[in-house]
């Protein structure tokens, strides 16, 4: 089972990009799909992106859609989400997930791996 570290959160001004890394430990990282996730103050997790084992199927909220570009690199055991047009509703905590599930991978619930997350912040 992999462990996951979330690293690159930060503040922003609006407009501004950010960009995030999922470091994973353990010699099967190729086998999970990878998620990311954020939670705002308040409000529930949100789902934001997904990709697949090898990076061939990607999947996106319609809130980023266009300004958030997920990858992975499973030499170096590592999936990124590369943040751009940052808005001040993006502001949350930021999580990594991981799941070996066929289920929706839009649905936390189908990520039975989590991060301790890292926080965004995006200032007007």
């Known amino acids: 089972q992999v462990q996951l570290e979330e690293s690159g959160g930060g503040l922003v001004q609006a407009g501004g990009s950010l960009s995030l890394s999922c470091a994973a430990s353990g010699r099967t990282f190729s086998s999970y799909a990878m998620g990311w996730f954020r939670q705002a103050p308040g409000k529930e997790r949100e789902f934001v992106a997904a990709i697949s084992e090898r990076g061939g199927m990607r999947y996106y909220a319609d809130s980023v859609k266009g300004r958030f570009t997920i990858s992975r690199d499973n030499a170096k055991n590592t999936v990124y989400l590369q943040m751009n047009s940052l808005k001040p509703e993006d502001t949350a905590v930021y999580y990594c997930?991981?799941?070996?599930?066929?289920?929706?991978?839009?649905?936390?619930?189908?990520?039975?791996?989590w991060g301790q997350g890292t926080q965004v912040t995006v200032s007007s």
């Open positions: 997930a991981a799941t070996t599930s066929r289920s929706e991978r839009r649905q936390g619930g189908a990520y039975d791996i």
